[in-house]
T-cell receptor
């Protein structure tokens, strides 16, 4: 059973903020939310992760709801190079080491 | 220079042939992984290794074997390739000492079995 639900596709205008939602209603207390992306057929690239606090790094921001049942990845100023499939993954740190990639959201940045 | 390299990048082979895909990393990570990706689908874990003496099966290990020759090298073998093993194969690494599980992926090997 899938642990996360993401929309299959989204469009965003270049220069605007891209907001990618993810539902993970069955997340457990020790599971983190990870985001990866895959540009065309390249290897997936780590973006960001968090447990319950909002996180920000040089690539993106991660907003996790207080009940932790959903989250949003924000790319603040999307560029054409951000066109990719974005994967939201929940998993424990340590123990079960498997990253389970679903089908993700295909984000297309429109010029 | 890439931290995680895979060879070959592309390979076409015939049914029944033995194939080895190689992965090397310069990140100094102790953990290495092999995934496959089929068109339109996410990645599925084949095998993973936490150190040189540790090998673990993933969700789709049948038909595959691995060898961890050194901390920096992790090879995937298809003993007798079949057409439904045609896929994109990715190697990944991570550091078990971190309090995260960030994995770093190689560029992939596109394998076609005729």
């Amino acid at each position: 059973d899938a642990k996360t639900t993401q929309p299959p596709s989204m469009d965003c205008a270049e220069g605007r903020a891209a907001n990618l939602p993810c539902n993970h209603s069955t997340i457990s207390g020790n599971e983190y939310v990870y985001w990866y992306r895959q540009i065309h057929s390249q290897g997936p690239q780590y973006i960001i992760h968090g447990l319950k606090n909002n996180e920000t790094n040089e690539m993106a921001s991660l907003i996790i709801t207080e009940d932790r049942k959903s989250s949003t990845l924000i790319l603040p100023h999307a560029t054409l190079r951000d066109t990719a499939v974005y994967y939201c993954i929940v998993k424990e740190n340590f123990g079960n080491e498997k990253l389970t990639f679903g089908t993700g959201t295909r984000l297309t940045i429109i010029p | 220079d890439a931290d995680v390299t895979q060879t070959p990048r592309n390979r076409i082979t015939k049914t029944g042939k033995r194939i080895m895909l190689e992965c090397s990393q310069t990140k100094g990570h102790d953990r290495m992984y092999w995934y496959r990706q089929d068109p339109g689908l996410g990645l599925r874990l084949i095998y993973y290794s936490f150190d040189v003496k540790d090998i673990n099966k993933g969700e789709i290990s049948d038909g595959y074997s691995v060898s961890r020759q050194a901390q920096a090298k992790f090879s995937l073998s298809l003993e007798s390739a079949i057409p439904n093993q045609t896929a994109l194969y990715f190697c990944a690494t991570s550091w078990g000492g971190e309090r995260t599980d960030t994995q770093y992926f190689g560029p992939g090997t596109r394998l076609t079995v005729l």
